[in-house]
């Protein structure tokens, strides 16, 4: 056994371990094909660590990584391949995906693999001829590498039985549901009010596709024509920014400044908020039940807040960042609370402007009421995308250029 098998086989065992990986077919393919390959200028350590690599940048931010092991289990097993299946992967990058991908549909099946960078396919390229023995020993079937802006997806090649997303979108294209087969699934990590939801969508006979599992994740964006319209807006006199989606009810951000110029009382929280209550838990639930949701992230510009104004400190940890949940009236006097820490290490709801405490009051009954149902997290809502001219709006209700996402929890308690 070389180095590189055992760092290979320490992945996979772990992926198994962690019920990342859970069907034979995933495993073998997981196994056969060495993610080494793919990123030939990286050590073994890197190219094997349960964590994403990025291999592209642009303006210091990165526009292609190869994924974390682990998303890409999940991914793979939200998919369910099988053999003989046509796959259109949208986000090539290195070609390890679809290198797993033809591994599992096998000899009778086939992948295309578009990335919008040509660098980035003919390095693919590259890495697919070096991985041919393992491939061909696999039975992998053939793999198709496109540079193209999969926006559109790829008319040439359709219908897919898959389509499956490495890249986040805002959208769900009537392109790609035109390119579904009968019956066939459409994987994409979808910007859901500022949340990054992992949803694979089955098309059903009436045109609407319905979500068969929901995970939360954190991709790249895409690029080009699908590229995303979401934005962060920095909050003038202060060291915070908003969140503001293309698919809510926008909070103000002039409305958040003129609140956060008037500081106000402090309520308890009924419970401590996780890290994972930012973006998913909690923050999931705010935004798709409270017209009135948004979050609050650090803008990096170091203004100091006034006397007992937002530093943004306060907000809560993520990783090297700070975000909170935050709630917002939309008219009438302004009122601001946010899920904030506190000296001693503990939480608290900070409220601002005249109608703070109110706002506050809100936020702790939208708390027990995400309580009583259980606590639901990305894997207990069920999205149906319904395609078309998009709705209003509302609570549950999320408007995206084609059509409308429909939300709602599946079942009473976490899974
Ligand atoms: C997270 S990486 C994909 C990783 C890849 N699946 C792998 O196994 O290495 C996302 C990829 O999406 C590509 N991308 C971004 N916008 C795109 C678009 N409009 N069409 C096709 N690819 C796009 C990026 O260039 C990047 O390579």
Redesign the pocket.
């Known amino acids: 056994m070389t180095a590189a098998d055992r760092a290979g086989a320490h992945m996979v065992d772990a992926l198994c371990a962690a019920g990342r990986i859970r069907s034979p077919a995933v495993e073998r393919a997981f196994r056969a094909v060495p993610r080494h390959l793919?990123l030939p200028s990286f050590t073994l350590h890197e190219a094997y660590a349960d964590d994403?690599v990025p291999?592209?940048f642009a303006e210091g931010a990165a526009?292609?990584?190869?994924?974390q092991p682990s998303m890409?289990a999940i991914m793979l097993e939200q998919l369910e391949l099988r053999a003989g299946q046509r796959v259109l992967?949208?986000?090539?990058?290195?070609?390890?995906?679809?290198a797993l991908m033809a591994t599992v549909v096998g000899r009778q099946g086939r992948v295309v693999?578009?990335?919008?960078?040509q660098e980035?396919i003919d390095d693919?390229c590259e890495h697919l001829a070096t991985a041919a023995p393992q491939l061909a020993a696999a039975d992998a079937g053939a793999i198709e590498l496109v540079c193209?802006?999969?926006?559109v997806g790829h008319p040439e090649r359709a219908p897919y039985d898959r389509i499956v997303l490495?890249?986040g979108s805002d959208d769900v294209r009537p392109e790609w549901v035109a390119q579904l087969a009968e019956g066939g699934r459409l994987l994409l990590p979808l910007a859901v009010r500022g949340s990054q939801l992992c949803v694979a969508l089955d098309l059903g006979e009436d045109g609407l596709l319905r979500s068969d599992s929901v995970q939360s994740c954190m991709?790249?964006?895409?690029?080009?024509?699908?590229?995303a319209t979401g934005r962060t807006v920095a909050l003038a006199g202060t060291d915070l920014a908003v969140e503001v989606p293309s698919d809510g009810l926008p909070a103000d951000p002039e409305r958040l400044v003129a609140a956060l110029a008037e500081p106000g009382g402090a309520i308890r929280m009924p419970f401590p908020l996780r890290q994972a209550d930012i973006w998913d838990g909690f923050g999931l639930w705010l935004a798709l039940t409270e017209p009135g949701a948004c979050r609050l992230v650090g803008a990096g510009t170091g203004t100091p807040a006034p006397a007992d104004g937002l530093f943004a400190d306060e907000l809560l940890p993520v990783g090297p960042s700070v975000g909170s949940p935050a709630l917002v009236t939309s008219h009438g006097p302004t009122g601001l609370a946010v899920v904030a820490q506190t000296a001693d290490g503990r939480q608290a709801i900070r409220c601002f402007g005249p109608a703070g405490m109110d706002v506050g009051a809100a936020l702790v009954g939208s708390m027990q009421a995400w309580a009583a149902v259980g606590r639901p997290g990305a894997p207990d809502w069920r999205l149906t995308v319904v395609p078309g001219e998009p709705g209003e709006p509302g609570p549950g209700v999320v408007p995206k250029p084609h059509g409308t996402v429909l939300a709602e929890v599946r079942s009473q308690g976490r899974r």
């Open positions: 793919f994403a291999i592209r526009t292609s990584s190869a994924s890409m992967e949208i986000g090539a990058g290195t070609g390890y995906n679809a693999a578009v990335d919008i960078d980035l693919a193209a802006d999969g926006a490495t890249v991709f790249i964006r895409l690029r080009g024509i699908g590229s």
